[in-house]
């Protein structure tokens, strides 16, 4: 347990809450940019290829199967994107959530350390009586 605190003791809490709005933002620029970054890649199919020397049917497979595989790494950059952007959304309802606790931690320690006032009073008050 006393590592956890101190884990959390270490942690510079100031900056991850003023860091947090700037990773959501850039995690939805990455996730906009790999949106639009698969437009061009349909058109590619009808541009003409090859100077005759080559096998034409094999450079037309090739060039298939090096779309398809464009296609393929696009819409996995894509996912990614999208998971990024969950998990920055997240990593920011979490560090909300610790910010809340943080503040209610306080509050319980004063409310604490005045009971503990209350209750010497209270035994020096009997102790006198």
Same mark, same amino acid.
Request: aromatic share 6%.
């Given at each position: 347990?006393? /590592?956890?605190i101190?884990?959390?003791? /270490? /942690?510079?809490?100031?900056?991850?809450?003023?860091?947090?709005?700037?990773?959501?933002?850039?995690a939805?620029?990455?996730?906009?940019a790999?949106?639009?970054?698969?437009?061009?890649?349909?058109?590619a199919s009808?541009s003409?290829?090859?100077?005759?020397?080559?096998?034409?049917?094999k450079l037309?497979?090739?060039?298939?199967?090096?779309?398809?595989?464009i /296609?393929?790494?696009?819409?996995?950059?894509?996912?990614s994107?999208?998971?990024?952007?969950?998990?920055?959304?997240?990593?920011?309802?979490v560090?909300?959530?610790?910010?809340?606790?943080?503040?209610?931690?306080?509050?319980?320690?004063?409310?604490?350390?005045?009971?503990?006032?209350?209750?010497?009073?209270?035994?020096?008050?009997?102790?006198?009586?």
């Open positions: 347990m006393a /590592i956890w101190t884990a959390l003791k /270490i /942690i510079p809490w100031g900056s991850v809450l003023e860091s947090a709005p700037h990773i959501v933002k850039a939805k620029q990455v996730f906009s790999a949106k639009s970054d698969s437009s061009g890649f349909a058109d009808s003409p290829v090859g100077d005759g020397s080559v096998n034409p049917d037309d497979k090739r060039v298939r199967l090096l779309e398809a595989k /296609i393929e790494l696009s819409n996995e950059q894509r996912a994107a999208e998971l990024i952007k969950s998990l920055a959304e997240q990593n920011a309802l560090v909300e959530a610790i910010e809340v606790f943080r503040i209610r931690v306080k509050i319980l320690l004063i409310a604490c350390i005045s009971l503990v006032g209350v209750l010497a009073g209270v035994v020096f008050w009997l102790a006198t009586k």
